[in-house]
Each structure stands twice: as structure tokens, then as C-alpha cells.
């Protein structure tokens, strides 16, 4: 075989696929949103001891951690809103943000996080 027959050979279905085409497989696939749920609520836990140390009892390396997270979260939505290779994770994140903001809303309410 020349070079030329090597280079219009198509390409493998075996290559990995990227990142935020395996995290749309989670939403697509109905039985893979277990794992979805599993994910909001495990970063939805650790989103809502972060707000809720900062908020609450005032820990500022709580509220460092809270800072980069924010500032990565908002580097992904810019490049989510410029690229669509982003989209899924940035959808992804702002899930785990959602639930974050839930379930500190919810520890403040039952008093768990006052306690």
C-alpha cells in the first residue's frame, strides 16, 4: 500500500471518545442516569459543605475553594458558549450547582448545618 491509499483509509470507531461525548451518553442513555443521580448528589454534598462552611461558619479556605470553583465553572460556561465540545459538562456542572445550592438550602432548613 502507498501513502496515499494509508491516508483516505476512514478512521477507527474504536477511538475513545471525547469528554463531553461520553457525559451526553449519561443523559441520553436511560439506564446510565443512575450514575447522573449518583454524581448530583455526591458533588451536590461537597457544592453544599462548601457554601455552607463559607456561609455559615465563616472558613475562609472553605471559601477559597468556593472561589476556584466558581472561577473554573465560569472558565467551562464561556467555553461552553463558544465551543459545543463543552456543552454536556457545562450542563453537567451546573446540575451539580443546582443540587448544591438544594441541599445547603436544605441543611440550613432542618438545622444541620447550624448544629
Same mark, same amino acid.
Given at each position: 500500500m502507498s501513502d496515499e491509499e494509508d491516508d483516505e483509509r476512514p478512521e477507527d470507531d474504536d477511538?475513545?471518545?471525547s469528554l463531553d461525548d461520553l457525559i451526553g451518553t449519561f443523559f441520553e442513555e436511560t439506564a446510565l442516569l443512575p450514575v447522573v443521580v449518583v454524581v448530583l448528589?455526591?458533588?451536590g454534598a461537597f457544592g453544599a459543605a462548601l457554601l455552607v462552611l463559607t456561609a455559615v461558619d465563616r472558613n475562609p479556605f472553605a471559601a477559597a475553594a468556593l472561589v476556584l470553583i466558581a472561577g473554573?465553572?465560569?472558565?467551562?460556561?464561556l *467555553?461552553? *458558549?463558544k465551543e459545543a465540545g463543552y456543552r454536556n459538562l457545562? $450542563? $453537567?456542572i451546573g446540575m451539580v450547582w443546582a443540587a448544591s445550592v438544594v441541599l445547603a438550602g436544605v441543611a440550613v432548613w432542618t438545622g444541620i448545618a447550624l448544629g
Open positions: 477511538e475513545f471518545p448528589g455526591s458533588g473554573m465553572t465560569v472558565d467551562i460556561s *467555553r461552553a *458558549r457545562a $450542563l $453537567l
